[in-house]
């Protein structure tokens, strides 16, 4: 996959916002510099920060990925450690002083930082819902990834290297597609992005019985389960709400008790709870 340079460490695409991310990939490598990598989700953010790894000889390093409401964002800091703190515009108030300290109280970042985000930080910064020092400091060194419907050109490339990984991981020989296949894929949206792709593909691979895939059976998966391969972040969310308010009424609003069953803190219960419009800031 990677000897036309179209391929890097899993960054698939020959379309110029994805040479672009290589680009930024093979530059940022050489920095000790924490990165925020932007993206719908399921659009590839942790290969692009595995990819930063692999380039800087991290791969045998510990990794913790963070979201908000892990007690370990608040944790002794470990240099032998990389750290992934994940959907970063979720972190609480708390959270977000402590990184926010982390890196403007060090000449060097004394860990291996990344950051994701669905969104540009520096919006809710300005609305005060997320810490502007803590924003102009990981926006400085960025990587945005385009969401799959802005790279459609990519699409061939992007499901052959799935397909690929999916024969391996299934036991399957190699299979190819077939241009009509491939063309009805392409018209495809995919919200779900990349993720999305990925299970679509795992599904034809597993269920094409030939070597080959034919729009027949791209017509078959779609028929079957139509535009709910992948899991939204709208999906998600509205899981996430939903069990907060289940909680929080089986306790009768104990937060303590409701972050215990989460394994979160209980300022991450509050910012959550606050951030689905269940309970007043001031509270």
Same mark, same amino acid.
Not at 94 to 111: N, Y
Not at 130 to 152: H, K, V
Not at 188 to 200: D, F, H, I, K, T
């Given at each position: 996959?990677?000897?036309?340079?179209?391929? +890097?460490?899993?960054?698939?695409?020959?379309?110029?916002?994805?040479?672009?991310?290589?680009?930024?990939?093979?530059? @940022?490598?050489? @920095?000790?510099?924490? +990165?925020?990598?932007?993206?719908?989700?399921?659009?590839?953010? %942790?290969?692009?920060?595995?990819?930063?790894?692999?380039?800087?000889?991290?791969?045998?390093?510990?990794?913790?990925?963070?979201?908000?409401?892990?007690?370990?964002?608040?944790?002794?800091?470990?240099?032998?450690?990389?750290?992934?703190?994940?959907?970063?515009?979720?972190?609480?108030?708390?959270?977000?002083?402590?990184?926010?300290?982390?890196?403007?109280?060090?000449?060097?970042?004394?860990? %291996?930082?990344?950051?994701?985000?669905?969104?540009?930080?520096?919006?809710?910064?300005?609305?005060?819902?997320?810490?502007? !020092?803590?924003?102009?400091?990981?926006?400085?060194?960025?990587?945005?990834?385009?969401? !799959?419907?802005?790279?459609?050109?990519?699409?061939?490339?992007?499901?052959?290297? !799935?397909?690929?990984?999916?024969?391996?991981?299934?036991?399957?020989?190699?299979?190819?597609? %077939?241009?009509?296949?491939?063309?009805?894929?392409?018209?495809?949206?995919?919200?779900?992005?990349?993720?999305?792709?990925?299970?679509?593909?795992?599904?034809?691979?597993?269920?094409?019985?030939?070597?080959?895939?034919?729009?027949?059976?791209?017509?078959?998966?779609?028929?079957?389960?139509?535009?709910?391969?992948?899991?939204?972040?709208?999906?998600?969310?509205?899981?996430?709400?939903?069990?907060?308010?289940?909680?929080?009424?089986?306790?009768?609003?104990? @937060?303590?008790? +409701?972050?215990?069953?989460?394994?979160?803190?209980?300022?991450? +219960?509050?910012?959550?709870?606050?951030?689905?419009?269940?309970?007043?800031? %001031?509270?």
């Amino acid at each position: 996959m990677g000897s036309n340079g179209s391929s +890097v460490g899993g960054i698939v695409g020959r379309s110029a916002a994805m040479q672009r991310v290589r680009e930024r990939v093979a530059a @940022l490598a050489t @920095l000790a510099v924490p +990165v925020l990598v932007r993206g719908e989700e399921g659009s590839g953010r %942790s290969h692009v920060v595995a990819a930063l790894r692999a380039q800087r000889g991290e791969a045998d390093r510990e990794l913790w990925t963070l979201r908000a409401g892990d007690r370990r964002l608040l944790t002794p800091l470990d240099p032998r450690r990389s750290v992934v703190l994940d959907e970063v515009a979720l972190l609480s108030p708390v959270e977000q002083a402590r990184w926010r300290d982390v890196l403007l109280g060090a000449r060097s970042v004394p860990v %291996s930082l990344y950051a994701t985000s669905g969104d540009d930080l520096a919006e809710p910064a300005r609305r005060g819902a997320f810490d502007p !020092l803590l924003a102009e400091s990981l926006a400085r060194f960025a990587i945005a990834l385009p969401p !799959l419907r802005e790279r459609q050109a990519d699409l061939p490339e992007l499901a052959a290297a !799935l397909a690929e990984r999916a024969c391996a991981r299934l036991g399957r020989d190699p299979v190819t597609w %077939s241009r009509p296949a491939l063309r009805l894929l392409q018209m495809q949206s995919w919200p779900g992005n990349v993720r999305e792709l990925a299970a679509a593909v795992e599904r034809l691979v597993a269920f094409a019985g030939g070597a080959r895939i034919e729009r027949s059976h791209v017509e078959a998966l779609f028929e079957e389960s139509p535009r709910k391969v992948g899991a939204t972040r709208s999906a998600r969310s509205r899981h996430q709400r939903e069990e907060l308010v289940r909680l929080i009424d089986e306790t009768g609003g104990n @937060l303590a008790e +409701v972050a215990r069953r989460l394994q979160m803190s209980r300022g991450g +219960v509050i910012y959550r709870a606050q951030k689905f419009g269940l309970m007043r800031k %001031s509270s």
